[in-house]
């Protein structure tokens, strides 16, 4: 995802800019689409609602990310995006997004990526449907500290829960079973450092037959 | 003038970009892991896509019809998260991905076709994920609504150890949500494959309406 980021920056001019304040639903699962998304400042969060009203967080999108591909040409939401803080992000019509691939044939390629990264985002959750759910924390905070590039996560434990498909309780424990390990500080409120990337991976290794 | 880019285009218009290829049942077409170069487009048969999770656990996550594209996810020239592997013998065009995205510059038109097989293969993944919400009854009533739809045939070509390891249940638990779907005259079984009579009957609010033993 690292080299996908801000690589739809140049076309940003030909999209809509959209200031919203947290909370605010971007499209909703089912709504027939009507384009897509890049968010450039603040936090969007992708949900998944099942059959039975079971809902889970499925992604997190970085800064500089493309979400809601599956609204393009038509295409009906799959999943739901909802801003966790106030945010600024640029909408793009399939009409827009035709005619920017039509003068510029890098986007379409751009475009593709990203939404291939959604399909292997996918395939890991369910590679890691019957793993512990150690393995599985470990897992997703390595993949934020690559996607935000930074050892610092923006994370709170509920949404961190929300995605693993767990209780917070749960979740807690390991993060202080972690913390007195010295593999992450808990200092700040609704972060989380991670201080030995190695150690984290160990963690995802274990059990691999 | 009408937009190239509400364009019908279907993927058999474009196999003249394609290599016809000839697969054995039971062959592998590709394995997951392996460095994908492409991605195919099934003209006969019938194929499997089988994904092994972190653990080393088979789980079958979806049967190829004629007419679908397969193995798209290497477009990012990463390797294959899946393997297909043809349940009979299959006729399949090998399209080269770096080919692929050349054409694509050239015809921006391809990309809503594009867009909505990709499409295609989320929605695939994220029944797959909320699956795992839903009790076991739920999970093979959603996977037999799903390849009725797909087949467009209430007739269902998979063993039930297949729609086991589809679900990811044992087949003792689909045995008998089969057996118990059977008298109520939901399904019919003949001779290893079975028919859905009632596909009514297995969505969400009549299915748990009727269940009188939850499995």
């Known amino acids: ?209 | 003038m009408v937009s190239p880019f509400e364009t019908d285009l279907k993927w058999e218009t474009l196999l003249k970009y394609g290599t016809r290829q000839f697969v054995k049942a039971k062959t592998a077409i590709y394995k997951q892991e392996a460095l994908g170069e492409g991605f195919y487009y099934l003209h006969k048969g019938l194929v499997k896509i089988v994904t092994s999770t972190f653990k080393g656990k088979d789980r079958l996550v979806n049967i190829v019809v004629p007419g679908q594209i397969m193995g798209l996810q290497t477009m990012d020239q990463q390797p294959h998260f899946t393997t297909a592997i043809a349940v009979k013998n299959a006729v399949i065009y090998h399209f080269s991905c770096t080919q692929f995205l050349e054409t694509l510059k050239v015809r921006p038109e391809l990309l809503p076709l594009l867009t909505q097989t990709i499409n295609q293969k989320m929605r695939i993944l994220l029944t797959a994920i909320s699956m795992k919400a839903l009790t076991s009854e739920e999970q093979i009533a959603r996977l037999l609504l799903n390849i009725c739809e797909d087949f467009k045939n209430h007739e269902v070509p998979l063993t039930q150890q297949e729609l086991a390891d589809c679900a990811g249940l044992t087949r003792i638990t689909v045995y008998k949500i089969l057996k118990a779907w059977k008298e109520r005259g939901i399904i019919e079984i003949k001779n290893r494959t079975f028919v859905v009579k009632r596909p009514d009957m297995l969505k969400p609010p009549q299915l748990t309406a009727n269940t009188t033993h939850p499995v």
């Open chain 1, 1 to 209: 995802m690292a080299d996908l980021r801000f690589q739809w920056t140049p076309y940003l001019i030909h999209g809509k800019k959209i200031e919203t304040v947290k909370h605010t639903t971007i499209y909703r699962q089912g709504d027939v689409g009507t384009g897509f998304y890049y968010l450039d400042k603040g936090s969007v969060k992708i949900t998944l609602l099942s059959e039975n009203g079971h809902e889970r967080s499925i992604d997190y999108i970085p800064l500089g990310g493309l979400f809601g591909e599956h609204g393009a040409y038509k295409g009906s939401y799959l999943t739901s995006a909802i801003t966790t803080a106030a945010s600024v992000i640029y909408f793009f019509s399939d009409e827009v997004l035709s005619r920017i691939c039509q003068d510029h044939p890098q986007a379409a390629v751009i475009f593709t990526n990203s939404q291939i990264y959604k399909l292997r985002l996918l395939a890991e959750i369910i590679s890691f449907t019957d793993s512990p759910i150690e393995q599985q924390m470990a897992n997703f905070l390595l993949k934020l500290a690559v996607v935000h590039e930074d050892n610092h996560i923006p994370i709170d434990q509920t949404s961190f829960a929300r995605y693993i498909d767990t209780s917070r309780i749960t979740v807690n424990k390991i993060l202080q079973k972690w913390r007195q390990q010295g593999l992450i500080e808990l200092s700040e409120r609704s972060a989380i450092r991670v201080v030995d990337l190695k150690g984290l991976r160990g963690i995802v290794k274990t059990n691999v037959t």
